[in-house]
DNA sequence: GCCGTTTTCGGCCCGACTGTTTTCAGTCG
């Protein structure tokens, strides 16, 4: 992807600049471009647009650096960067202990130029003729290398929440402990985590301190104060956890939440109005205005309470001081699940297994949404299976009266865009969601035409996972947004947004570009087993991020409202 | 390098922890 390119160098100019100790306020704005430019998923649109600029932190300058990267591959000012600072160096900087006043010293005193030569130097006792370092330091800088050498991956979500819960759940029990919560990117919900945070309420900080150093799954610990401990978890993920008084809950909540975007914009405010915001609270000089809440804390900056999903500064801050935040949707408002699989097909469970589990989820109907035949590898369904399907949902909907469990299908987009059942059975479905599963290094134009053929066909409700990416197997395929979220609107074709952890499909800021062309949203788990189905937390947590309300997702409707309000007219008088 | 109900110039968020010091610089979030 292009945006993580951009971002990328983007992040190594601020990393030399560093080093150089340039102006840190240029640092500081290329490290911000670089965030805005990662989360930007319709970067190349915005290129051809020539709307940059309305990005947060992209003025004129950075954004003639996109463009000239997306016209050159490369930025010349980078380049020449590059000669000045190698590469190697900047690598020196994901050692942890390492930054880059550390780098610079090495470097200019002792020529180290890559990770493997600070090794060599730290062992041979070399490194303890430079100022400021001593044993301890040496030790620190090995121990570093180590980690960065295992590789710091990030987690995907669902992943980093299950070792938070536990966490979360040892600190809970703690004698002294008020409360805990989890923080960070974690709260605001981002696709994958690299860190755990959590803030804990208690007036025995050094106890709390104590007691999470002694848990089962702590395999080290970084570093360990009164109130604010790092410890790596067994499963290689670092755990930061902070202890605060019940009186600055909010501050400490609004601070540890981040994003640090969204931090630092919302101090510059404060600043502005003569107002000091910490973890403590939001002061006027030395007096205490508030810390108890994030409510009050927004409140007293003059803004609206901003839901953590969005706090990334990418325009809510502005939104929020004028009143004019979107209402979210909620778990609460989702009735049920467009995507998910049964035995019949890949799914290890079976139909009334996946009904009973959406009956807990509270939901009122539940789309069945088996491969199509062409789809061997994953069992896709003949026409003779399909038959029997029908049967059994019909056998079980007459038991069942608080959940509607419905036949529809996953149905594979060929590589020319032709659907894969025939009209007359497609019309036999209660729903249908159409994919693209094969033919994904196609040409650009290609991919998109088969979206776009999707979408025309009468009877396609859903295009199912629009990209194609799946966390750390592949990026997603090559696709004309702007024509292909026209063709959806225009066709009112649904877009999913698909919320199995791996996928996360769409993004969020694809989301936000289909819902300014009119698109809607169909939020599926793509569940291959009962338990899967909670996945949908991740879905809604992604449309909320997208600054999606109940309007936008199809999930907060009755399934016969669903049916009136989709594309096949023939349909609205069940 | 960005940005503007104080400004197109002069600002730009704030504190905890560590190691090496004896008052603080560097790193991190």
Known sequence: MKNEEVADIFRSIAQILEIQEENVFKIRAYNRAAETVRNCENLEEMVH?????????????????IKEYFSTGSIEHFEKLK???????????????????????????????????????ARDGSLLGVERIKEKTVQNILKGIEIVRKGKQRFDIASAWEIASYYAHELERLPGVKKVSVAGSLRRMKETAKDIDILVVSKKASAVMDALCRLDRVKEVLAKGETKTSVISREGIQVDVRVVDLECFGAALLYFTGSKNHNVRIRTIAVRKNLKINEYGIFKGKKLLASKTEEVMYKKIGMQYVEPEMREDVGEVELALKNELPVLVEQKDILGDFHVHSNYSDGRSS????AQAAKKMGYRYLVITDHSQSLKVAGGLDEGALRKKKKEIDALNKKEK??????????????????????????????????????LKQPKEQITRRLIRACEHPCVD???????????????????????????SHTKTVLEINAFPDRLDLGDSLVRLAKTKGVKFAIGTDSHQFSHLSFMRYGVALARRAGLGREDVLNTLAFSEVVKSGKRPWRRKE
């Open 462 to 488: 859903v295009i199912a996972h629009p990209t194609g990416k799946l966390r750390g197997v592949r990026d997603s395929y090559e696709i004309d947004f702007e024509a292909f979220f026209a063709a959806a």
């Open 83 to 121: 000669k000045e600072v190698p590469q190697g160096v900047l690598e020196l900087l994901s050692i942890p202990t390492i930054g880059p006043k550390t780098v610079k010293l090495l470097y200019k005193k002792l020529r180290i130029r890559d990770i493997d030569e600070l090794e060599k130097k």
């Open 351 to 354: 139909i009334e297994e996946m």
């Open 402 to 439: 608080a959940l509607r469990i419905l036949f529809g299908t996953e149905v594979e987009i060929d590589s020319e865009g032709a659907i894969d059942y025939d009209t007359e059975i497609l019309e036999g479905f209660d729903f249908v969601i159409a994919s693209i599963h094969t033919g």
């Open 49 to 65: 647009a020539d709307t940059l600029t309305e990005l947060a932190g992209i003025g004129k300058d950075l954004a003639a650096k």
